[in-house]
């Protein structure tokens, strides 16, 4: 079975939500309209990833890094209100399967929690899937809390079985192992990394797990930072690249068929084959006849860990 893909690496608004929405709209849209059947958005496109957070001190600039976050908590997405209900509609209207990032804020237990988060929305506008980023990296954990492993999971589509890990939670083995033993065809890491060492990992991971991988970052120079962005003048160059997106598509067993588009704010597109990852784990399928069950083994509690769990006497 073949399928059209889609990876864009558009910038969002900057935190700004509803504006990271229209966009994404615009790019389901025209994504639709050239046959695409999987999309997939950056690590944190919803409302952008908060890449101030390795340029400000959080010592010298805490008061700069605290009016950034409450701004990016204001905007963030919380999955038990509307807020995904237009990207929702629009899988549902181009009958399509979208792989959305965003900052997601905890809204059932603290209410101010935010998480880096990932959903798998299915053609029929339901959420297939909602994962967490497992390990925030280095000054992430300034913005995000750790999500558990109720989101690894594979999800059957129309358009293949697709599992998903964020950014450096790649170089994790046992959480990409989680993945393999799933029965997994489509691989989807976006993430904020970039360069030819990501792709690098990106080429291993195809290989190690006999799957097509779909990976990207976000396009974005200096002057996508909006105007009102509190210190933007210190902090970015309206010139600079702050991130080339370097978009790309892997095939089974190694080899990038597609990208990277590297300093592109743009659509990368490919057709690829299903049936191809299957091929691939002939020669080496690590969660199968090229395991040894008998010596190594692996449990991994998907189980959601709420912070607390109450009791009525109704």
């Known amino acids: 079975m073949s399928i059209k893909v889609a990876i864009t690496q558009k910038p969002p608004v900057l935190l700004d939500l509803e504006a990271s929405i229209t966009r994404a709209l615009e790019v389901i849209d025209e994504a639709a309209s050239n ?40 905007n963030s997405v ?12 629009a899988a549902r209207e181009h009958g399509v399967v979208i792989v959305m990032g965003m900052n ?11 998480f880096n988060s990932l959903v798998i929305i299915g053609t029929d ?10 390990m925030p990296t280095n000054p992430e954990r300034m913005v995000w809390g750790m999500g558990d492993a109720s989101g690894l999971k594979v999800v059957e589509t129309p358009y293949g079985r697709i599992g998903t890990l964020i950014c450096w939670e790649n170089y994790m083995p046992l959480a990409r192992y ?11 890491a976006p993430t904020w990394d970039s360069g030819d060492t990501w ?21 974005m120079t200096g002057s996508d930072v909006p105007d009102d962005f509190p210190e933007r003048e210190s902090l970015f160059d309206s010139e600079e690249w702050i ?27 490919t057709d690829i084959d299903l049936e191809e990852a299957r091929r691939s784990r002939k020669a080496l399928d690590v969660s199968g006849h090229y395991n040894r069950p008998d010596i190594f083994h692996l449990e991994v509690d998907r189980s959601s860990k709420p912070p607390i769990s109450f009791f009525d006497n109704d």
């Open 35 to 74: 046959g695409a059947q999987l999309i997939v958005f950056p690590e944190a496109y919803l409302p952008g990833y908060p890449t101030w957070i390795w340029r400000i001190s959080p010592g010298k600039d805490m008061a700069l890094g605290n009016t950034l976050h409450s701004k990016l908590r204001e």
């Open 78 to 89: 919380d999955l038990n209100s509307n807020d995904l209900d237009r990207i929702r509609e």
């Open 104 to 114: 997601e804020r905890d809204s059932c237990f603290s209410g101010t929690t935010l």
């Open 125 to 134: 506008g339901n959420i297939l899937n909602h994962h967490r980023k497992m």
């Open 178 to 188: 989680s993945l393999f033993a799933q029965d997994i065809d489509i691989y989807v």
């Open 199 to 219: 792709i690098s990992s990106m080429n291993h991971i195809s290989r190690e797990g006999g799957c097509w991988v779909l990976s990207t970052a976000t396009a």
């Open 243 to 269: 991130n080339p997106g370097d978009a790309a598509v892997i095939k089974p067993f190694g080899g990038v068929v597609a990208g990277p588009m590297h300093k592109e704010k743009a659509i990368l597109y």
